[in-house]
């Protein structure tokens, strides 16, 4: 394009990922137009979003943390419960994660996150609704977004933020058919699904003394879990997952219909969301309700010419640990700093050239990887945990998780707060808390005081111990292991049939323990690996002791 025209972009799907990436690129000078398929951006549809305080401190930045939290209550405590509503543990690790991050975590409606992104933005007229994307062509010079009516919308790049199901994605997969066909092949089958979950929002006072606002109920089942958050105004936001009986892949990850969605919850209708309040209740008072797959994938190419993923569209993880929002909004600030940088100069070698773009839109993968990986490690964890997917999951969610306790929850949660990246080209005036948003260097660490970590080795031998103890125990078991520690593996996510779907370094354990009778050389071997997860254990059992000095990666 002629470079006396201004850099233009357009923006695919007026979602939260979408939306906020319209903002950045306002705060730095960037011309822009949202193309949103629906005939309005704050649709009442989807259910709820949860925030964390790296999402937030975003959302601060640019002038709408307050909106947000006039919509809700801050979480102060999580209930563990059994399918028959008695307490396993309650945690308040949201209050330390306040405490520590200067944010609190906020959960509330998703139509209501849209209708404050929106309402926020100055120049409402570049988000164009009921304009449906139905093609896409990029070539060295510009790249176009083809509407529905015939419409092209030329811009330099194009940012797919148009979920799961991507149109952008498809389209990038598209123009690689004929360059990388085995890269094609492997991306879009590698999405799986292994849930099922129905979201629901329902709205009634209820006598329950357990709802009141800002109190989770997390509730396990056996191949199923419940969630169920309290906000204001009466709103109980809810989840029933459920899993399937086999792995579901792209293209061929069913949906449901409002029959499918019915006869679900009225099967599981006498879960007990506390010892007082049942699925029923919730149920009965629904305002909305829908069921999904919940699919889980992180692609390995985010980015094709002028063409880049964000948010859903490049990585989808499942929603027990709250971290979909949250990536995606930290995702457009890192895609946003990296333009502005180009736009202005300031990184040597940085341009908006089309050579310029392609370098970009690396580095922002590259920076962005390991954060995002990890949260959807994190997420898969959680789902299977809550689930007690397996033998090994379940004794976690009944026995070893209750033992470690909330320090455990909320050194796992720092971690992926601490080292999120803000919009660098606007000032932050925002919150403090305890630990310094990137942590602590060396230098700090080395002036504070320790505890020798040899002198605690004996203090937690009991994490050390107990898988050794439970693996002799289950030494002549040949089933039990075959599922424990397939979901390790379950975020490959590029297997493209049922025989790869577990892969990885844990997956002869089962052939170990099933032989380990006549061959103790298997016993031992077997031993030395689960022993990892106890040394796991013992060190986040030391870290937690002092878990204001030790940052987690």
């Given at each position: 394009?002629?470079?006396?025209?201004?850099?233009?972009?357009?923006?695919?799907?007026?979602?939260?990922?979408?939306?906020?990436?319209?903002?950045?690129?306002?705060?730095?000078?960037?011309?822009?137009?949202?193309?949103?398929?629906?005939?309005?951006?704050?649709?009442?549809?989807?259910?709820?979003?949860?925030?964390?305080?790296?999402?937030?401190?975003?959302?601060?930045?640019?002038?709408?943390?307050?909106?947000?939290?006039?919509?809700?209550?801050?979480?102060?405590?999580?209930?563990?419960?059994?399918?028959?509503?008695?307490?396993?543990?309650?945690?308040?690790?949201?209050?330390?994660?306040?405490?520590?991050?200067?944010?609190?975590?906020?959960?509330?409606?998703?139509?209501?996150?849209?209708?404050?992104?929106?309402?926020?933005?100055?120049?409402?007229?570049?988000?164009?609704?009921?304009?449906?994307?139905?093609?896409?062509?990029?070539?060295?010079?510009?790249?176009?977004?083809?509407?529905?009516?015939?419409?092209?919308?030329?811009?330099?790049?194009?940012?797919?933020?148009d979920g799961v199901n991507s149109t952008t994605r498809k389209m990038m997969w598209k123009m690689m058919a004929d360059t990388d066909p085995d890269?094609?092949?492997?991306?879009?089958?590698?999405?799986?699904?292994?849930?099922?979950?129905?979201?629901?929002?329902?709205?009634?006072?209820?006598?329950?003394?357990?709802?009141?606002?800002?109190?989770?109920?997390?509730?396990?089942?056996?191949?199923?879990?419940?969630?169920?958050?309290?906000?204001?105004?009466?709103?109980?936001?809810?989840?029933?997952?459920?899993?399937?009986?086999?792995?579901?892949?792209?293209?061929?990850?069913?949906?449901?219909?409002?029959?499918?969605?019915?006869?679900?919850?009225?099967?599981?209708?006498?879960?007990?969301?506390?010892?007082?309040?049942?699925?029923?209740?919730?149920?009965?008072?629904?305002?909305?309700?829908?069921?999904?797959?919940?699919?889980?994938?992180?692609?390995?190419?985010?980015?094709?010419?002028?063409?880049?993923?964000?948010?859903?569209?490049?990585?989808?993880?499942?929603?027990?640990?709250?971290?979909?929002?949250?990536?995606?909004?930290?995702?457009?600030?890192?895609?946003?700093?990296?333009?502005?940088?180009?736009?202005?100069?300031?990184?040597?070698?940085?341009?908006?050239?089309?050579?310029?773009?392609?370098?970009?839109?690396?580095?922002?993968?590259?920076?962005?990887?390991?954060?995002?990986?990890?949260?959807?490690?994190?997420?898969?964890?959680?789902?299977?945990?809550?689930?007690?997917?397996?033998?090994?999951?379940?004794?976690?969610?009944?026995?070893?998780?209750?033992?470690?306790?909330?320090?455990?929850?909320?050194?796992?949660?720092?971690?992926?707060?601490?080292?999120?990246?803000?919009?660098?080209?606007?000032?932050?005036?925002?919150?403090?808390?305890?630990?310094?948003?990137?942590?602590?260097?060396?230098?700090?660490?080395?002036?504070?005081?320790?505890?020798?970590?040899?002198?605690?080795?004996?203090?937690?031998?009991?994490?050390?111990?107990?898988?050794?103890?439970?693996?002799?125990?289950?030494?002549?078991?040949?089933?039990?292991?075959?599922?424990?520690?397939?979901?390790?593996?379950?975020?490959?996510?590029?297997?493209?049939?049922?025989?790869?779907?577990?892969?990885?370094?844990?997956?002869?354990?089962?052939?170990?323990?099933?032989?380990?009778?006549?061959?103790?050389?298997?016993?031992?071997?077997?031993?030395?690996?689960?022993?990892?997860?106890?040394?796991?254990?013992?060190?986040?059992?030391?870290?937690?002791?002092?878990?204001?000095?030790?940052?987690?990666?």
């Open positions: 394009m002629s470079s006396k025209k201004p850099f233009r972009v357009v923006i695919i799907g007026g979602s939260v990922s979408g939306l906020t990436m319209a903002h950045t690129l306002e705060r730095a000078g960037i011309e822009y137009v949202l193309l949103e398929r629906g005939s309005e951006v704050t649709f009442n549809g989807g259910a709820s979003i949860g925030l964390q305080p790296h999402g937030l401190r975003i959302m601060d930045q640019m002038g709408m943390y307050e909106d947000i939290l006039g919509t809700t209550a801050p979480m102060i405590r999580a209930d563990h419960r059994h399918p028959s509503g008695e307490p396993i543990a309650q945690s308040e690790f949201m209050l330390q994660i306040e405490e520590r991050h200067g944010y609190p975590i906020l959960f509330f409606e998703r139509a209501e996150m849209l209708e404050i992104l929106y309402n926020h933005l100055p120049d409402k007229p570049k988000i164009l609704c009921s304009n449906k994307v139905v093609n896409i062509q990029s070539t060295p010079e510009y790249a176009t977004a083809t509407t529905e009516d015939g419409t092209n919308y030329t811009a330099d790049m194009i940012i797919g933020a890269l094609v092949q492997k991306e879009s089958t590698s999405m799986f699904s292994d849930y099922s979950c129905t979201f629901g929002v329902s709205i009634f006072d209820s006598e329950d003394p357990d709802l009141r606002p800002g109190v989770s109920h997390i509730n396990y089942g056996e191949k199923q879990s419940h969630i169920c958050i309290i906000s204001t105004r009466n709103r109980k936001f809810w989840f029933l997952i459920l899993k399937h009986d086999k792995r579901y892949y792209a293209p061929n990850i069913p949906r449901y219909t409002n029959v499918d969605l019915e006869a679900s919850v009225l099967k599981h209708s006498a879960i007990r969301v506390t010892e007082h309040s049942t699925l029923g209740d919730l149920w009965k008072h629904r305002s909305k309700c829908t069921m999904v797959c919940l699919e889980e994938a992180m692609f390995d190419r985010w980015s094709h010419d002028r063409l880049v993923l964000l948010g859903d569209s490049v990585h989808k993880v499942t929603p027990n640990a709250g971290h979909g929002g949250n990536t995606a909004i930290e995702s457009a600030a890192v895609l946003a700093n990296f333009l502005y940088e180009a736009k202005m100069g300031t990184r040597q070698g940085s341009s908006l050239s089309h050579e310029g773009l392609l370098a970009i839109f690396q580095e922002y993968q590259s920076s962005r990887e390991v954060r995002v990986a990890n949260a959807c490690q994190k997420s898969s964890a959680a789902t299977r945990l809550q689930a007690m997917d397996n033998f090994l999951w379940k004794s976690g969610a009944l026995q070893f998780v209750p033992m470690l306790g909330e320090d455990m929850e909320v050194n796992a949660a720092s971690a992926l707060i601490m080292g999120g990246e803000p919009l660098k080209f606007l000032e932050y005036k925002g919150k403090n808390g305890s630990i310094p948003w990137d942590g602590w260097d060396l230098a700090t660490l080395a002036d504070s005081e320790k505890r020798s970590f040899f002198d605690s080795v004996l203090g937690y031998s009991i994490y050390l111990a107990l898988p050794l103890v439970l693996l002799w125990t289950l030494r002549e078991t040949s089933v039990w292991i075959s599922p424990v520690l397939s979901a390790a593996n379950d975020f490959n996510g590029t297997a493209s049939s049922e025989t790869r779907s577990i892969q990885g370094s844990l997956t002869h354990n089962s052939y170990f323990l099933s032989t380990a009778t006549s061959k103790p050389w298997c016993l031992i071997s077997a031993c030395v690996e689960i022993l990892s997860i106890g040394l796991l254990m013992a060190v986040e059992g030391f870290r937690a002791s002092e878990p204001w000095k030790f940052r987690l990666e």
